[in-house]
């Protein structure tokens, strides 16, 4: 043993030369190999051979069948190099193990530890000499903390042909199933992939209850529209009438009270698949950034706005509503259903505004958003319903119909158009107009939300306050509420910020570049990666990546509240900072979309990345996040070779 203290030269070389290898070694917890069934590598022209694509997976790993339903993780897939000595080919898969996969949040289909996959090979008919049977695969391993990026593979083996061989023996055995070849094709991988981070997928599933929550207290607020309110003692008091007092009729009240709330939750649940169907998966972020479809929102908040101030009434087509009437007349279970349809219909002109942004944001959800915020939303409002049927006597207790209901709807149309300015600044920011600026919608913001409050204190006439009629203390409060909420957006108009509510206000000049603060500056770029990477390179900086939108309510989130944080801003001193756009409709948003789909296999915004000034992939973060730490984390994170 060397007791000297020195290193040996040699070792010192060896460990010079092994250190960076091990470094830069991907981790690949899947290994594959390719030999033949039976160790029978020989076949006669035209005839079949077997082989075992074996994938061994290392412990804590699993790897994702190819049959895995979609929405989840990516699945396995494997096909056989094109060869003119094959005729055709097909892979057979065997039984994978199904269970909810924490990473993604639903059933998946895996192996862990071995799965041995089975090529079926026919050679073509005029076959002769030996050739190579490539097996080409495409997969993501994943443990219940992380994934992997895809990865592409290929493994191969001889085969002779020899004419006069016997047909081979082997049968696929039982369990294996045939894979579809639509599901079959082993696509080429990009050299930098993204790996996909499990809370991504969880954050997801965290969102969804104070989503729901919030359309099922949408709903529950929608009762006391002029619309609605009126109709709730009218529509129980039917309901508990309609059999006299027995208790079998008391027991019929109740039922006809469900199929009525159902007929409102059908209708509802029925706009959520609407909209599904025509977004479709991929279809969100362009429905939330297009100019046409925000304008054409803007247009309907701005009609249910001046119809709530009493400009003109919304009504339905006349006809309509007469045949879906008529039919509700009836007797039976089917007419108490079609009249909670009609009462819905009849209702829209009230609560289309409350509606109407809960679908949009519901639609730039992913998934089952839609459908199940306008479930929860319908049975918030048509709850009501069935518990008064069950517990009449707290009819006595709700509030009469008067003024108040026509104050709730002046305000309801002062708050709708201000809801409208939001959609109006997405068209202006995607279409680069810079007309409606963060000063002119902040200033229209103030007045919109001000006049709510000088409404209810009696200084604004307008239907349903009198100038001789008292303030209460209610009315005084909520008018405090809407000019204290005023009166705290001025300071925005000189630039300062408004914390969460930066997310739906334009960007000032101000605050454009991403870093930009308390007397530092740091290299920015637009639209402009090479530009960014060329300056990394010089500066021995790393590029950060700022995938974004114009119309983007988490982006501006993101650039107004964490950018601008203490530690987030001394971490940006070491890169260069470039924002790329992917909602606009110049030819650098679809560049910028394309990069990011192709690099990184999403379309989601923000999507954060830390590139090297060679454009190599150090880490991404995928999503908003009001964990400081968190981010300042992966803001921390450096390439391999200087840690």
Known sequence: MNRSGKIPSWLAVAVALWLPAVLHAKEDPVHWTLTPAGGNAVVAPGGVAYFELKATVDPGWHLYSPTTPPGGPIITKIQISPNPLIKSSQIFRPQPVRKLDPNFQIDT???????????????????????????????????????????????????????????????VPGGYLVIPAAENAATPVAAETKAVTPSAAVSVQQDLLPFLLAAFGFGLASLFTPCVFPMIPITVSFFLHQGGTSTNSAKHGWIQALLFCSGIVVLFTSMGFLITAIAGPFGVVQLGSSPWVNGFIALVFFTFGLSLLGAFELTLPSGLLTKLNSASQGSGHLATLLMGLTFSLTSFACIGPIVGPLLIASVQQKGAQPVLGMMAFAIGLAAPFFLLALFPSYLRKLPKSGGWMIRVKVVLGFVVLAVMLKYLSNVDQ??????????????????????????????????????????????????????????????????????????????????????????????????????????????????????????????????????????????????????????????????NQKL????????????????????????????????????????????????
């Open 596 to 643: 990011e789909d192709q690099k990184f296999g999403t379309a989601s915004i923000p999507f954060y990345a830390i590139l090297d000034g060679n454009q190599n992939v150090v880490a991404t973060f995928p999503q908003l996040t009001r964990n400081p730490q968190e981010f300042l984390g992966f803001l921390q994170t450096k390439p391999k070779m200087l840690l």
């Open 109 to 171: 289909e895996t192996y862990t530890g071995e799965a041995v996959f089975l090529a079926e090979v026919t050679a073509a008919g005029n076959a002769a000499g030996q050739t190579n049977v490539e097996a080409a695969v495409r997969y993501q391993a994943c443990s219940d903390v992380k994934c992997l990026p895809p990865v592409k593979k290929t493994v191969d083996a001889g085969l002779t042909f020899s004419p006069g061989t016997a047909a081979t023996s082997f049968k």
């Open 430 to 591: 995607v279409l680069q107009i810079h007309w409606l600026t963060r000063e002119r919608f902040l200033a229209a913001w103030i007045v919109l939300f001000a006049l709510p409050g000088l409404y209810l204190l009696g200084f604004l006439s307008m239907e349903g306050i009198k100038r001789e009629e008292s303030v209460g203390v209610s009315r005084a409060l909520i008018a405090s509420v809407f000019l204290i909420f005023a009166v705290s957006l001025t300071p925005g108009l000189f630039g300062a910020r408004l914390g969460d509510l930066d997310a739906f206000v334009p960007e000032g000049s101000a605050i454009t570049n991403t870093a930009a603060g308390e007397g530092k500056t740091v290299a920015y770029f637009k639209n402009q990666l090479d530009g960014a990477l060329a300056m990394a390179r010089e500066q021995n900086k790393l590029v950060l990546v700022n995938f974004t939108g114009y119309a983007c309510t988490n982006c501006h989130w993101m650039k107004a509240n964490m950018f601008t944080r203490p530690e987030i801003q001394s971490a940006l001193q070491g890169f260069v900072i470039v924002d790329l756009f992917t909602d606009g409709t110049d030819p650098d948003s679809e560049k």
